[in-house]
């Protein structure tokens, strides 16, 4: 636990789980960047006439639904240590006071948390978890 933290952070119950979160923010964040990206590839083959740029906006498009089913069914087995609600999954059970968003989304401030900063804050309960996997205490001191 590094020092300087307030309170102690919760942890998961295995690394498989850990895995499973990280997964979760992957296919999130990466269904962010692919719909402006479909978007942009259809407005252009739209302007331009374009078959090809069709088809690659309409391929994208297919991955995104791929990427969109795949991470629906991760997320919901991603549930929070301590309410077990799913924090990575749309839920319209109420939100913690101090939940915060990220360009309208809860979710999307969750992914990139537990991506870059190694944990994430559930928007449901306002409790901390660390990606990490809770260890016995081996030793008393
Ligand atoms: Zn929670």
Redesign the pocket.
């Known amino acids: 636990m590094p020092c300087g933290l307030a309170y102690p952070m919760h942890r998961l119950p295995s690394q498989s789980i850990v895995n499973r979160f990280r997964v979760a923010s992957l296919l999130l964040l990466a269904k962010w960047l692919l719909v402006p990206t479909a978007l942009a590839t259809l407005v252009w083959a739209v302007l331009h006439r374009d078959k090809l740029m069709t088809v690659i906006s309409g391929g994208i498009a297919l991955v995104v639904i791929i990427v969109t089913i795949i991470q629906w069914i991760i997320a919901n087995r991603t ?7 799913p ?1 990575l999954a749309k839920k319209n059970c109420s939100k ?1 006071r101090n939940a915060r968003r990220l360009l309208g989304s809860y979710r999307l401030r969750v992914a990139l948390s537990i991506l870059f900063r190694g944990h994430f804050r ?6 901390p ?1 660390a990606m990490e996997v809770s260890e016995r205490r081996r030793h008393h001191h």
């Open positions: 549930r929070c240590p301590l309410c077990l609600t924090s913690h559930c928007p449901y309960c306002g409790e978890t």
